[in-house]
């Protein structure tokens, strides 16, 4: 059974003038591949009439159709399954009910859910609510995109689908078959919609548009999967160096969102490496500044602006711009960790960067505490192990901030042991890092995006939107420019040694970085 637009029915939400049939029609001739008839506030027969009606048009088109919750009403028009919500009838009790072959659903929100529809022997579980919907009221937590990556991991090794639901439409479908992977890579089998097929006025095009966004997904997931890219250090550094060529050559925008103790230095930082700062947070900008080329970074040192932070990670999304996001202080309170998850649930960050503390709380990891924006405790056992096994599960390059500095996509990982202790001797040491990797994530997103560019040379090929070079150009800029700062004569201690660090960040010569970069690859 394809599931991959598995649309739910919903009479209540049809327009005006729109007929169910005709809907339904339209929304098969769209792509649509499986359909469950959902008719929570019908009397027996109007349910067998609206089935049977539905049945003969879902034939027509050879798509399955499936039956929410009433058994007898699958029975009586031989539907091809049933779908089970928590409160329903035991799968255990349906399946001496139905015949053989007949396709059993079942709705999970948890693991619990997830382990006794394994148990059960189900056909595919409904995932959900992964985002709020208003189509009908939860009686569970919503599960957030970023959640629905462990209930799939539990499928490992079964033959059992899943799909999403809840809140999926045009707007959010890619957020969520992007996130909604789990760290062994097990991704849904499809998307389950409802409102925004069944109340629009034309259903075909709605269809279609959804379909065409999973098959491209689908694809883009099978090719990533099929290509590994092999570092060693002479390519990455090759590659931060033509990174730095092409932000001196560009002058990107850097739209940053950040707190207001380090606004200044950030905005001179970026200037000092290239590029353009603007450090804009009211929401009627965001659209307009992520069509310009450049990058976005979300610091949220001092939350204040939450629905424009959430605003700009959607549009950035949409431009396919670079989303650096550092989670300052992420462990220190409860109103920052959900801050965190609303946000990674929202909008997918090209990069996640923080320090040991700040990783540990967005990965629940009990390892290093936070104490406010520093880190305490004596480190990961395996960092390296950690850095990766974050980065799969946030889908993203993760980068890992302290004395030694740690790099991953999720598959190769790279150690960075460049800096000086006076470096976290200022304020706002780690939040230059997020301004210098955004800017150099926008290098890369430059030499992706420009039109009619030649095939370039082979370090030009590498870095072309590669976020993971990009993390280790921002970071080895700044611990590089922090290594020369400290060796001037003209520095005594923290106060003289900031606007050295700008200055060695402006006078940053290729030679430099490669001579000082210590980058191992693990």
């Known amino acids: 059974m394809d599931l991959s637009l598995y649309f739910v029915t919903g009479r209540e939400l049809l327009p005006p003038g729109k007929e169910y049939l005709e809907s339904l029609e339209e929304a098969l001739q769209g792509g ?11 009397d027996t027969l109007e349910f067998l009439q609206i089935a049977r009606q539905s049945k003969i048009l879902c034939m027509k ?5 499936i039956i929410n919750d009433r058994i007898d ?3 009586a028009i031989q539907a091809n399954g049933v779908h089970l919500g928590q409160t329903d009838m035991p799968v255990h ?11 059993i659903g079942v709705s999970c929100n948890n693991m619990d859910h997830v382990r006794k529809a394994i148990e059960d022997g189900v056909d595919y579980i409904g995932i959900g609510a992964v985002w709020g919907t208003t189509t009908k009221e939860l009686t569970n937590p919503i599960i957030g995109v970023r959640g629905v990556g462990s209930l799939l991991q539990a499928l490992d090794g079964t033959f059992i689908k899943a799909v999403a639901i809840g809140g999926i439409n045009s707007s959010t479908v890619l957020r969520t078959l992007h996130g909604s992977v789990s760290p062994s890579g097990h991704r849904l089998d499809g998307i389950a919609v409802v409102s925004q097929i069944a109340a629009s006025a034309t259903p075909r095009s709605a269809a279609q548009r959804l379909k065409d966004s999973f098959e491209a997904w689908v694809h883009g997931f099978d090719v990533q999967n099929q290509t590994v890219q092999v570092y060693d250090v002479e390519t990455i550094k090759n590659g931060v160096v033509e990174l730095l060529q092409v932000i001196r050559d560009k002058n990107p925008l850097i739209h940053q969102i950040t707190n207001v103790v380090v606004t200044n230095q950030s905005a001179n930082a970026t200037l000092a490496l290239g590029a353009s700062p603007i450090m804009a947070t009211a929401s009627e900008e965001m659209h307009d500044l992520s069509r ?22 959607k549009y950035a999304n949409e431009a396919q711009k670079p989303l650096v996001f550092d989670p300052v202080g992420v462990g220190a309170t409860q109103f920052r960790k959900t801050t965190a998850s609303e946000l990674l649930n929202t909008w997918q960050a090209s990069v996640i960067k923080g320090n040991p503390g700040e990783m540990a709380a967005l990965a629940n990891s009990k390892e290093v505490q936070a104490k ?9 056992a395996d960092p390296a192990s950690f850095i990766r096994e974050l980065a799969k599960k946030e889908r993203c390059v993760a980068v890992m901030t302290g004395p030694t500095d ?3 996509d999720g598959t190769t990982v790279v150690k960075l042991d460049n800096g000086r202790k006076i470096l976290g001797d200022i304020t706002g040491s780690g939040c230059l890092v997020g301004t210098c990797v955004a800017t150099f994530c926008a290098g890369a997103s430059l030499l992706a995006t420009a039109p009619g560019t030649n095939p370039g040379t082979e370090s030009e090929k590498l870095v072309r939107g590669n976020m993971l070079i990009g993390a280790i150009g921002g970071v080895l800029a700044l611990t590089v420019a922090a290594e020369c700062a400290a060796e001037r004569s003209d520095v005594h201690g923290s106060g ?12 940053l010569k290729p030679e430099t970085l490669l001579s000082r970069a210590k980058v191992h690859v693990l």
């Open 372 to 380: 406010g924006v520093d880190s305490v405790g004596s480190g990961f």
């Open 496 to 507: 003289t040694f900031l606007p050295a660090l700008i200055d060695e960040l402006y006078k």
């Open 32 to 42: 649509v591949t499986a359909v469950q008839i959902r008719e929570k506030n019908s």
């Open 406 to 408: 740690w790099v991953s």
């Open 93 to 103: 009790v349906a399946k001496t009910l139905l015949p053989t072959g007949m396709v």
């Open 61 to 65: 088109y050879n798509v399955p159709l």
């Open 292 to 313: 310009i080329p450049g990058a976005l970074l979300i610091n949220f040192g001092t939350i204040t602006d939450k629905d424009s932070m959430i605003l700009a990670g």
């Open 73 to 75: 009403i699958a029975l």
